[in-house]
Every structure is written in structure tokens, then in C-alpha cells.
């Protein structure tokens, strides 16, 4: 059974991805399998013709997700 947690906020930069952090963080100390998902990426920029998104990015990287970012992120 999956569960959901859907983080939003009516402000840019209020801290959405540092809440992210800290609940993925706990939630593979005590055992889940965790995942991530950017339904609308604002702030990508392009690296060898490819969108990247910082935050996508440092998620999967710290957190060792086999997703590739491409799923992880809808790009506006």
C-alpha cells in the first residue's frame, strides 16, 4: 500500500523541499521505501540540452531514488 503526502504552498521559496528532506529522511530511517515527485518545476535550467531540476536532483541523489528525473519532474 502506497501513501501519498502532498506539499504545497501559496509562496515560492517557503521551504516545501527542506520539509521534503526532513520527511523523506525519517520515513527511510523507520523502514518505508520512499519516493518524489515535482508535479510543476519553475526554477529548471538546461545542462547538455537536457531540463534539470536542482531540487529533483538533490532529492534523488541523497536519497539514492532509482527514478529517472524525467519522471520525477513535469516541467512547465
Known amino acids: 500500500m502506497a501513501t501519498t503526502i502532498y506539499v504545497t504552498s501559496t509562496q ?3 521551504g516545501k523541499t527542506a520539509l521534503c528532506v526532513g520527511l523523506l ?3 527511510q530511517q523507520e523502514g ?17 540540452d ?11 541523489t541523497i536519497f539514492n ?3 529517472p ?8
Open 50 to 60: 537536457q531540463s534539470v531540476d536542482e531540487d529533483a536532483a538533490f532529492i534523488k
Open 32 to 48: 518505508f521505501v520512499v519516493g518524489y515527485m515535482k508535479p510543476i518545476s519553475t526554477t529548471d535550467h538546461t545542462v547538455r
Open 65 to 67: 531514488l532509482p527514478d
Open 12 to 14: 515560492r521559496f517557503s
Open 25 to 27: 529522511h525519517r520515513f
Open 69 to 76: 528525473q524525467e519522471i520525477m519532474v513535469r516541467y512547465s
